[in-house]
């Protein structure tokens, strides 16, 4: 599977947007970046994917390079509840598991 | 409508005993998943069910490790002669295909701990 890089962790005040980075320079041309977030005590949960273009959805964005070897998801005013493990993933070939690293911690400061 | 449900949500057990992790994924999903986390080794895939078929085990780290899934919807996850290192939270995920943009919905999951 096709790995992703991420920060261990980043910081944001509440209200402000958040730029999450996730580095996959060995994606392949039908691999879909899927992002998740794994609140405290909680399951992850689905937050957006692509292939190519940028996507929007009522929880973030999603801006992939024109290389697609990066991305960057977007919070747009980040809050307490966005305090969480977000995790980038690069679907697997199959199209079933999901292969997660460490992900990023965000810290939301109030 | 309900989500993906997990029972126990709790389970302590001794090293050695059987134990059984149910999973009731969301109604009408075929594709289901069973994942686990660890403070050591992070979140990793264990298997993955297609209806009742099971074409992808790879993730089971032993064949202590069992699953089945029954009548396309309940799945067990059975643990034999459990050992320390089972000790781990036991997520399942269900989604409605196995296509590349299908998202997978996560259970609250199962905190087994072994003595």
């Known amino acids: 599977d096709a790995k992703t890089t991420q920060p261990n962790s980043m910081e944001s005040n509440e209200e402000e947007p958040v730029h999450l980075p996730c580095n996959h320079s060995?994606?392949?041309?039908?691999?879909?970046i899927h992002w998740y977030r794994q609140l405290p005590s909680q399951g992850p949960e689905y937050v957006i994917h692509?292939?190519?273009s940028n996507v929007n959805n009522r929880m973030a964005s999603l801006a992939i390079a024109e290389d697609r070897k990066s991305s960057t998801l977007i919070l747009h005013r980040a809050t307490l509840r966005d305090a969480a493990v977000y995790y980038c993933?690069?679907?697997?070939?199959?199209?079933?598991?999901?292969?997660f690293g460490a992900g990023t911690i965000l810290r939301v400061k109030s | 409508g309900a989500g993906v449900s997990q029972s126990p949500s709790n389970k302590v057990t001794e090293k050695g005993k059987d134990v059984e992790l149910r999973c009731d994924p969301i109604?009408?999903?075929?594709?289901l998943y069973w994942y686990r986390q660890s403070l050591g080794q992070g979140l990793e895939f264990l298997i993955y069910?297609?209806?009742?078929?099971?074409?992808?085990k790879s993730g089971l780290p032993s064949d202590r490790f069992s699953a089945e899934r029954t009548g396309g919807s309940v799945s067990t996850l059975t643990i034999q002669r459990t050992q320390q290192e089972d000790s781990a939270v036991y997520l399942c995920?269900?989604?409605?295909?196995?296509?590349?943009?299908?998202?997978?919905?996560f259970g609250p999951g199962t905190r087994l701990t072994v003595l």
């Open positions: 069910f297609q209806g009742n078929s099971a074409p992808d």
């Open positions: 109604s009408g999903h075929t594709a």
């Open positions: 060995t994606i392949s041309g039908t691999d879909y």
């Open positions: 692509g292939l190519t």
């Open positions: 995920a269900s989604s409605l295909g196995r296509t590349r943009g299908n998202e997978q919905f």
């Open positions: 993933i690069l679907r697997d070939v199959n199209g079933n598991k999901l292969v």
